[in-house]
Every structure is written in C-alpha cells, then in structure tokens.
C-alpha cells in the first residue's frame, strides 16, 4: 500500500507509476479471489455485477424454499422481508466480495438444513458445520461471521429433534472452530513464509487488539454499545415499516385468534444470542463497520419475528395476516379524538 493512503489509491499510484511504498498486509486470505478473480478477467466489470445480484437472487430464493419446507410460506416470507428490509441486501450486489459471502452464508444454511431434515447423525452435522465454517474464513474473514451460524442453529431447533437444543450449540461451537483453524492456519503460514522482520507476530497481536478493543472515533467501549448500537442501526432504515406492519398483523393476530407460546418462542430466539456475543467480542470492529454488522442484526430480528409466529398453535397465513391488518386500518378512525362540533352562529 501507498504509506498510509486508502488501498485504491496505493494501488492507482502503483499503475502510473508513482513512487510507492509497500508494507506487509496478513490479515486476509484474499481467499474469494478464486472466484472473482476468473469473472473479473473474462467479464466487464457491469456484468460481474450482474453475477452478483443473481448469486444474491438465487441464495434469498434457495433460503425462501428451505424455510418454507421447515414452515410454511407465510414464516418463510415474514423471514425474508424482515432481513431484505433491515439490510442492505438490495444493494449488496454493488460490493463482489460481500455478494459472495452472502451467497455463501444462505446457501450453505439451507444446504445444512436440507441435510438436517435427511436425519443425517449429530456427528456427520457438527462436521459439515465446521467445514462450512472453515471454508467461509477462507473466501470471507469478518464480514458477518455470526449470521451463518445463527442461522443454522435455528433450523437445528425448527427440526423439533429432541436433542436440538445440544446439537445446535455444538453446531455454532463446530463452526466457530473451523472459523478459527482457517484463520490460525494462515497465520501460521504467514508467520513461516514471511522472514523475521516482517513482523508476524506484532501485526497479528496488534489486528487482533484493534479489532476488539481498539478505539476509533464513535467506537464507545462498554458492555452492550457494539449490540444495541448495531440493532439500531438495523431498525434505522426506510424498510423498517415493512417488518413493523408485519408485527402489528401478527400482534392483532395473537390477541384475537391465537396466542403466542412464549416458552417455544424464546427457545426459537436463542440463535440470536451467537450475533450479540460476535458484536461484544469484536466491540471495536463491529461499531466502526455498523452498516456491514447490522446485517446480522437484520438477521436476528427476522428469527425473533418469525419465531413468534412459528410458536402460535394456528400460524397464520399471509391472507390473514393482511386482514389483521385491513381490521386494524378500520380500527383507526374509531382511535382518533373526536373534534367537538360547535353551535351555529
């Protein structure tokens, strides 16, 4: 890189030709390059991003499929807007490298869902989590790293296994650890192919040290800032009406047809708790890239939204959870104060 200069103008300064500095830089695989890399040399840079929003597309579709087979069609739908409204998923498709692990995170969930449902054994699913955990370290690093895991705990419980609530922890547990081993493997790579003076060792200290508690401007160290800051951050969107119109028919729908079982729901809401322990462990990287870190939070408020409807002894379809809220814009006149008529004159 360029001294200290942003990486794109390092590199532009490198093409013209300008005098350039370069210094060590350990801290990623570059693993997605195996991907873009080959698309970028045979493709324009226009349709590359055309790949991406259907790689995008397809894994939200695939992800859509595989909760309504766990469901139905309304839990499934309730899902998905909730997450595409609170993200930036419609716009994903702009940045390669995050359409990639995006892609990656949905459709290796719903392939381990669909494996799940094959009754495959505890063994052979912790497994398959930490492969799938290890190979998203190597094409990703920290972009999102709690949403795959949290996802896939959740289908564990969906499945109603009676040994679900062990193998769900032991998934995220398994997919941590190949998370880690990816990531300890290229340091140790790194460290024996670099020479003593690169200084391995300091840089991957010190990463480590500005990743979790290192302070930037608008980075606040205390318990919880990172978790509610990155909630926020998710609820500060236009396409938060969507998920809130959701909750009010869901609400109405509870209070009239059929209520919630709380003990299932809070079961169902425990995967949610693998995000608020990512965002308190990394604090420091997680408030200064809230926007990329609130897409885990989308995620997490789509299972505690949807978990509340899959708790309801009679789910509600999505016809009837437009009539709740047809029934609840009729309710609204009734609400606003009456103006008092005055006397004619």
């Excluded at 807007?81 to 419609?90: A, M």
């Excluded at 949403?147 to 032991?170: T, Y």
């Excluded at 990329?292 to 509600?316: C, E, H, T």
């Amino acid at each position: 890189m360029f001294g200290s200069t942003h990486a794109c103008e390092g590199l532009h300064h490198a093409v013209t030709g300008a005098p350039t500095s370069w210094q060590p830089y350990f801290r990623y695989w570059h693993g997605y390059r195996v991907i873009l890399a080959p698309l970028a040399s045979a493709f324009p840079l226009w349709f590359v991003k055309v790949i991406n929003a259907l790689m995008v597309a397809a894994a939200c579709a695939l992800l859509w499929m595989t909760l309504r087979r766990y469901c139905d069609a309304a839990v499934a739908t309730i899902f998905l807007l909730t997450f595409v409204c609170l993200s930036d998923v419609l716009f994903i498709w702009r940045t390669s490298t995050h359409s990639l692990s995006l892609a990656y995170i949905l459709a290796g969930a719903s392939l381990f869902a669909a494996l799940l449902q094959k009754d495959w054994t505890p063994s052979r699913l912790i497994v398959l989590a930490a492969i799938l955990g290890s190979g998203f370290n190597f094409i990703d690093f920290l972009i999102n790293p709690p949403m795959m895991p949290m996802l896939m705990a959740f289908f564990v419980l969906l499945s109603r296994r009676r040994d679900a609530g062990l193998i769900a922890f032991a998934t995220v547990v398994a997919w941590f650890a190949g998370y880690s081993e990816t990531w300890a493997t290229k340091w140790v790579l790194a460290y024996a192919a670099m020479p003593a003076s690169a200084g391995v060792v300091g840089d991957i200290v010190s990463t480590i040290e500005v990743r979790t508690v290192g302070a930037f401007n608008g980075v606040y160290l205390f318990p919880l800032a990172a978790t509610a800051r990155t909630f926020l951050r998710a609820l500060n969107r236009g396409g938060v009406i969507v998920p809130l119109l959701i909750l009010a028919a869901v609400a109405h729908y509870a209070a009239t047809v059929s209520r919630i079982d709380w003990r299932g729901a809070l079961w169902l809401w425990t995967p949610a708790l693998v995000a608020a322990v990512w965002f308190e462990a990394l604090s420091s990287h997680t408030q200064f890239h809230l926007t990329v870190s609130s897409r885990s939070a989308a995620m997490a408020l789509a299972i505690l939204l949807s978990a509340a409807v899959v708790s309801m002894q009679k789910r509600p379809s999505l016809g009837e959870l437009w009539a709740q809220l047809q029934m609840l814009k009729a309710k609204l006149p009734r609400l606003r104060p009456k103006r008092a008529r005055h006397p004619e004159a």
